[in-house]
């Protein structure tokens, strides 16, 4: 999620520099012995690239590092930001209604995870901001023309002088040094004269550059490889570096095989091969009746499976055919002959007949069917079957429960049921659903944890290595916190369900029956998300082990370590997440009491 906030300083105050160093002034190193959720947290990068007389994408090296944990503060242009935010449509729209086109879908694409600063350091002032801000950060990325941000005071040698362990990343069209050092170099001109764009496109048409821009992407990621390695060479020796990381450079050395092949041979490339691959037949898409197929028989087994589900076995022994060197030599007759079966059927039959079969084979899919597509979705719902488990004895329990304290403490006070009783009734509910639900929501929390990836082969696998590793207990791993979320949760809903009702006109059908419960629910579970997500946040924390933000204890109690994260990162941080569970948990909570009504009614009639 983007979190960027401008922050217009006009004029410009040499009294700002100091406060801005004190706000964004992040520790190193967390004092928790707990290992850091992200690997890079405590870690601040300072991002000076942009789109100026340099690189267009840059800012996707940043980015990276904000995903990999990092606190990144980007330096924008006073007045009109980045100039990647006017780079549109398509515009996002402002969240809070403004006015004006929105967000450009541009600049969202490479500036997530990031916090923004709005200064121009051609004044002294900024000047001074931007090297306070250096002298407590770990990293500077920047993407000037070499040699551009010394007359500022902002170039390597200067700002190793005030931060010698500093790590500062120059990415640039062509380096620091040599002939073309001091031209501008963009995505397109780089493929254009590194080579990536003569070997693409048909084999018989003019050359095209890829659909997106390949070579700053590649580019960023080469950059954040070195600033990984800087870091952790820094962990050994306490010495930063200046890293000159460049498009043509790594342009270069994503050419891969292709360049292999021009060094092996002496001879000049092949040329262009649209979606073929020049050593191996068939590797390519082929129409369908409706759209493109990508197939890959990459050897002769899986040649001969194409061949069987294409229905033209023999192809798979005939001797133009029966080996890659032999299909490569007539490969014009044998991609003919493909395609002349492909343009048969539509796509979606093919994948029905290539499922399952082992041949490697996928859609050409045009953009919005990659944004919506199933494999995507999947892996958004990693760890799914937990939940689901969970949520029929969670929900179960909450309201039985919740029905049979009720009766306890009427019996007990002898008096009817009050909004004092309904809170007391709730929160003592919430206690008891904790002893149902915390293993659930211990495995679920660590299937779904990103860092986890392909550590448990699912739920029971989960289960059992947190026993092994510590012993029955393990599963109940935050009990404390977990309580303390549902007491609080379910005091604040079926409190405000009680006092909602009381004031709702008394129902006199079924279906006044279920508005008055999905307003009342709805309320009480809007109340109860914004009372006890600062409990789930930090139980969220204690369940992944990412515990500790400031007490450091092994196993740290809810409140203490709610405090500790107040104090350590704001109010903020403790309501982190707010905005979709208030989505979930406000007409959930209608919807949860709409089918408990049903449900006992339903009973009741039987």
Request: glycine share 10%; aromatic share 8%; net charge positive.
């Amino acid at each position: 999620m983007m979190r960027t906030t401008m922050m217009m300083m006009q004029p410009l105050r040499r009294r700002l520099a100091t406060q801005l160093v004190r706000q964004h002034r992040f520790p190193r190193h967390s004092s928790s012995k707990a290992a850091p959720k992200l690997p890079l947290e405590g870690i601040t990068v300072l991002d000076l690239s942009r789109v100026l007389a340099g690189t267009s994408l840059q800012p996707y090296c940043t980015q990276i590092l904000g995903d990999l944990g990092a606190q990144v503060l980007k330096i924008e242009h006073p007045t009109r930001g980045d100039d990647t935010r006017a780079w549109g449509p398509p515009y996002a729209p402002y969240l809070d209604g403004r006015g004006g086109p929105g967000e450009s879908a541009y600049y969202l694409s490479v500036n997530r995870n990031k916090k923004s600063v709005a200064l121009s350091f051609k004044e002294k002032e900024g000047a001074d901001i931007v090297r306070q801000l250096a002298a407590v950060s770990d990293v500077v990325v920047e993407n000037y023309l070499p040699g551009s941000l010394k007359k500022y005071g902002l170039d390597y040698e200067s700002l190793a002088k005030i931060k010698p362990d500093l790590i500062y990343a120059s990415i640039t069209g062509y380096g620091q040094t040599g002939p073309y050092s001091d031209r501008a170099g963009y995505d397109v001109m780089v493929e254009a004269e590194m080579g990536l764009m003569h070997i693409t496109g048909p084999r018989d048409g003019p050359p095209v550059k890829v659909g997106v821009a390949v070579t700053d992407l590649t580019t960023g990621l080469y950059a954040v490889n070195s600033v990984l390695a800087a870091l952790f060479e820094r962990s050994r020796s306490g010495e930063g570096q200046h890293l000159d990381v460049c498009l043509s450079d790594c342009q270069v050395a994503t050419l891969s095989n292709m360049a292999q092949s021009v060094l092996v041979t002496g001879k000049r490339d092949g040329g262009r091969y649209g979606t073929s691959h020049p050593s191996v037949v068939p590797y390519r898409a082929f129409r369908t009746k409706d759209g493109d197929i990508l197939i890959g028989g990459a050897n002769d087994r899986l040649f001969g499976v194409l061949c069987t589900c294409l229905g033209v076995p023999e192809w798979a022994t005939d001797e133009r055919f029966s080996t890659n060197a032999a299909r490569v030599e007539n490969r014009v007759t044998l991609e003919q002959g493909i395609e002349d079966i492909t343009i048969t059927k539509k796509t979606e039959e093919w994948l029905a007949v290539f499922e399952g079969t082992g041949l490697p084979y996928a859609k050409v899919n045009d953009l919005k069917d990659t944004v919506e597509h199933e494999h995507g979705f999947g892996r958004l719902y990693r760890g799914i079957a937990a939940p689901i488990l969970m949520e029929t004895p969670k929900r179960a329990t909450k309201f039985a429960a919740n029905d049979a304290w009720s009766r306890f403490y009427a019996r007990l006070s002898g008096t009817p049921k009050t909004q004092p009783l309904a809170i007391i009734t709730g929160a003592s509910a919430g206690a008891t659903e904790a002893l149902v639900v915390v293993p659930f929501e211990l495995v679920k929390i660590r299937l779904q944890d990103q860092s986890a990836t392909g550590r448990y082969n699912g739920i029971l696998d989960c289960a059992l290595q947190i026993v092994r590793q510590s012993g029955p207990l393990g599963l109940y791993q935050g009990f404390e916190s977990t309580v303390w979320r549902h007491i609080v949760w379910n005091a604040g809903y079926f409190g405000c369900i009680y006092q909602v009702h009381s004031l709702m006109p008394t129902a006199t059908t079924k279906q006044g029956t279920m508005m008055n419960d999905v307003v009342a629910g709805s309320v009480g579970g809007t109340v109860g998300t914004l009372l006890n997500t600062p409990l789930d946040v930090v139980k969220s924390r204690i369940q992944s082990g990412a515990v500790g933000s400031g007490g450091g204890q092994k196993v740290p109690w809810v409140w203490p370590e709610v405090l500790a994260v107040y104090k350590a990162e704001g109010i903020a941080a403790l309501y982190k997440g707010l905005v979709p569970k208030l989505v979930r948990f406000a007409p959930g909570g209608g919807i949860l009491l709409v089918v408990y009504t049903f449900v006992i009614d339903l009973l009741a009639s039987r």
